[in-house]
């Protein structure tokens, strides 16, 4: 048997729980769970138990220092991870040892979970000097800070709450940006809500909005604050840009609080678990409002909009104009799109296609003229690329919410985040791609290839579709074995009525021999690979 892949190294400097809650304890938990290998740094050693902290011991700034120097020598770090400090001059050189590291490795993410006390209460763990040294040392070397509200209103100087008005988290996440950390989520698991945990999300330049779950019903969530921030340092090493290393951080602490469990008189831990798979993923609004599937779908899981019905063969034809369209559904197509980039003409397209569909019984989607083809007496299908769905203003989202029980909803999707955003505005089916390298549109994304459409399929609320590269009955049969509920072709189909004919049997054949090879999906962890 070959030796297994060496993982990623992710220190994590942080407080030793002698309840083994929360602290390095939770850290190493959940660097397991992610694939990484922590190299847990002791900062400060605490006596706690589950009822709350007795006491805090910082280490000496040489004890810390001769760790650090240990594993610089042998274990240079992935990513850094810092949880319980307890002093400013260990505060000072983990800065310092930041800095001396990025000169070797600029990007070397940093993530600062700034913990100034514990839930279950007991002995202070910061005072005014701490905080201060914080803001001076650390945030403005931060990759990603993740206190929740409490926190970071410590942080930013003023009292520490939990409770206040919703609205104001993105004003404190974009004050602790100001202070030099470039990006920022607010947990809202310690927040008075009754149902919800909401957090804000402030990930520059990729994603902004509220990240929402249901809240899972147990008593017993110490150390999910430091599991959060652990694994999405974890994430970081592995890879992945922030947007997504939070929702992945977010889906793993979901599951470790499924799997928590009793261990004293009060809260016991969170575990992270390889051996489960992520808890469900959240959903992602648009910039500061809810998500639609809570504000218009009162939380459910099912899709917002009208259910997508897959056609039988599991072919999705995308046509640019509405004489090929038509020569598809003559072909005996039932899933069509009509992607007509031009604006001119764009109009007549849609009434021949839709009149083409019609008479055929196929579902036709319109790309882009959402606006148009709600105006058109048939009812069409919409799909929606993430930098249009982003662009609607308030009165265009009402809009395409009244229509969402005649309108079948799809949304692209690129990346985590992506994915969580369109299962939060209750999309009838999500795509995923590009599934491989393509040349119809010039994209940055990374191909997802067969194990990210496997995880998009295993995850998404929604049916989804494979784009994006899929030109051969070989392509269609090795990737309909992922399990998508359609595939996407477009050059594959030909661009002639008589290819067509020709083509499109071929295709069928080969996503029937790809489903027979579908195999249920792992009960275990396992993570997307990075997309960015």
């Excluded at 469900?280 to 899981?301: K, S």
């Excluded at 049916?463 to 992922?482: E, F, K, N």
Aim: hydrophobic share 45%.
């Amino acid at each position: 048997m070959p030796p297994a892949a060496r993982p990623p190294v992710v220190w994590s400097i942080a407080g030793h729980d002698s309840g083994g809650g929360a602290g390095l304890s939770a850290d190493q938990r959940a660097a397991d769970a992610m694939g990484v290998h922590l190299c847990p740094v002791v900062a400060s050693v605490t006596a706690q138990n589950s009822t709350g902290v007795q006491a805090v011991y910082p280490l000496s700034p040489a004890q810390l220092d001769a760790q650090l120097k240990a594993l610089a020598q042998d274990m240079p770090p992935a990513a850094i991870k810092t949880g319980l400090l307890g002093d400013t001059t260990l505060i000072e050189m983990v800065a310092s040892w930041v800095r001396q590291l990025r000169e070797h490795n600029p990007d070397l993410p940093l993530v600062i979970d700034p913990v100034l006390g514990a839930s279950a209460g007991g002995a202070a763990f910061c005072n005014d000097e701490i905080l201060w040294a914080y803001r001076r040392h650390l945030l403005p070397l931060a990759t990603l800070i993740t206190p929740n509200r409490a926190e970071a209103c410590r942080v930013l100087g003023r009292p520490g709450r939990h409770d206040g008005p919703q609205q104001d988290l993105p004003d404190l996440a974009l004050r602790l940006r100001e202070l030099g950390a470039r990006n920022v989520v607010i947990t809202g698991g310690d927040a008075p809500l009754a149902d919800w945990a909401l957090d804000w999300m402030d990930a520059a330049p990729h994603a902004h909005g509220w990240l929402c779950n249901r809240r899972i019903p147990t008593p017993h969530h110490h150390g999910s604050g430091c599991t959060f921030a652990a694994a999405a340092a974890s994430a970081l090493a592995l890879g992945h840009v922030c947007a997504d290393a939070i929702v992945l951080a977010k889906m793993l602490t979901t599951q470790a609080l499924q799997r928590a469990h009793e261990a004293g008189q009060g809260p016991g831990p969170v575990m992270a678990s390889a051996a489960q798979t992520l808890g469900p993923l959240p959903w992602l609004g648009i910039g500061r409002a809810l998500p639609w599937q809570l504000t218009h779908g009162q939380g459910e899981t099912t899709p917002l909009f009208k259910p997508f019905e897959p056609p039988a063969d599991g072919l999705y034809g995308i046509l640019p104009d509405s004489e090929r369209l038509r020569s598809a559904v003559d072909a005996g197509l039932q899933c069509l799109q009509l992607r007509h980039k031009p604006s001119d003409g764009v109009a007549a397209h849609m009434r021949a296609s839709a009149s083409a569909c019609a008479q055929q019984g196929a579902l036709l989607f319109i790309n882009d003229h959402w606006q148009q083809a709600l105006a058109m007496q048939e009812d069409t299908g919409l799909h929606l690329g993430q930098e249009d769905l982003q662009a609607l203003d308030e009165p265009s989202c009402e809009r395409l919410l009244n229509a969402r029980h005649r309108v079948v909803l799809g949304l692209s999707s690129h990346s985590v985040w992506e994915l969580a955003r369109a299962a939060g505005c209750g999309a009838s089916l999500i795509a995923c791609g590009p599934v491989l390298p393509t040349t119809t549109k010039d994209m940055p994304w990374v191909p997802q290839g067969e194990d990210n459409l496997r995880w998009w399929v295993a995850h998404s609320p929604a049916p989804v579709v494979a784009i994006g590269g899929l030109l051969t009955p070989q392509d269609l049969s090795r990737y309909a074995a992922c399990g998508p509920a359609a595939l996407c072709v477009v050059r594959g189909l030909g661009d002639s009525a008589d290819a067509m004919r020709t083509t499109v049997p071929t295709l069928r054949q080969a996503v029937s021999e790809g489903r027979a090879r579908v195999f249920p999906p792992s009960d275990r962890l396992m993570l997307p690979h990075p997309v960015l």
